[in-house]
């Protein structure tokens, strides 16, 4: 069965420090790979995606960036972390080819940033 | 602008009675709609879809309803359960031709709280 794992769970982290979130799927194989992020009182916003190895699509201007050096990796990355980066992140990924539409989410990451 | 709009944060329901939660989209070019389940500290977990081309789809207790014309879908859980107490998500996306990777929107989402 497919799992999704994403670490760490609880990061704090002053202002202008560096970010790195990283995100595994394990029991598939060419996965669309996705970044969430879930701000207080807002709803879950896109940030990236990644449809293969290398491939990154930003949805959104911002802070961060993000990579995926191998099929089931994907990794959340700043350079220098702003009080608005505070949030709840989630990677998800879904079977790619033979999608049903169903995103499958990890277990998210609080980040807060002071 | 906001695409996926759940326009009532929160909402509180009996145990036993139905709970109507209500979602409102924008965007004519979405196809398909999803409502994901998450409890606090947790990921969002997949509930229920439905495809544009459908107005209603049942699972067990959880029945969405679809009204493409008042660009309009609600989730029914009857009867709640106390487990039910959880933040709901409607979202959607446009373009289900399938190979396609699924770039949901997703609205803030309505806290729903099943009272014992």
């Known amino acids: 069965s497919q799992t999704i794992h994403q670490w760490p769970a609880t990061l704090v982290q002053p202002v202008g420090s560096p970010l790195s979130l990283e995100c595994t799927v394990e029991?598939?194989?060419?996965?669309?790979l996705y970044w969430y992020r879930q701000a207080a009182g807002r709803g879950l916003q896109l940030l990236f995606y990644?449809?293969?190895?290398?491939?990154i699509s930003s949805e959104v201007p911002q802070n961060l960036s993000a990579s995926r050096p191998q099929d089931r990796q994907f990794i959340l990355s700043s350079k220098k972390l702003l009080l608005s980066d505070s949030g709840f992140y989630l990677c998800?990924?879904?079977?790619?080819?033979?999608?049903?539409?169903?995103?499958?989410f990890g277990e998210g990451s609080r980040l807060t940033v002071l | 602008d906001q695409q996926v709009k759940q326009n009532s944060p929160s909402l509180s329901v009996q145990e036993g009675r139905i709970s109507i939660l209500n979602c409102d989209y924008t965007n004519s070019m979405f196809d398909y709609f999803l409502w994901y389940k998450k409890y606090p500290a947790e990921g969002p977990t997949f509930l229920i879809s439905?495809?544009?081309?459908?107005d209603k789809n049942e699972d067990g207790r959880f029945t969405v309803f679809l009204n493409k014309s008042a660009k309009h879908l609600s989730l029914h859980i009857v009867p709640s359960q106390p487990g039910d107490s959880a933040v709901y998500f409607c979202?959607?996306?446009?373009?289900?031709?399938?190979?396609?990777?699924?770039?949901?929107?997703f609205g803030k989402g309505t806290l729903l709280t099943v009272n014992p």
């Open positions: 979202a959607a996306s446009e373009g289900n031709s399938g190979g396609s990777n699924y770039k949901l929107t």
């Open positions: 990644s449809v293969g190895i290398g491939q």
């Open positions: 029991g598939t194989s060419n996965p669309n």
């Open positions: 998800a990924w879904d079977p790619g080819l033979s999608n049903t539409g169903e995103l499958f």
């Open positions: 439905i495809s544009s081309i459908k």
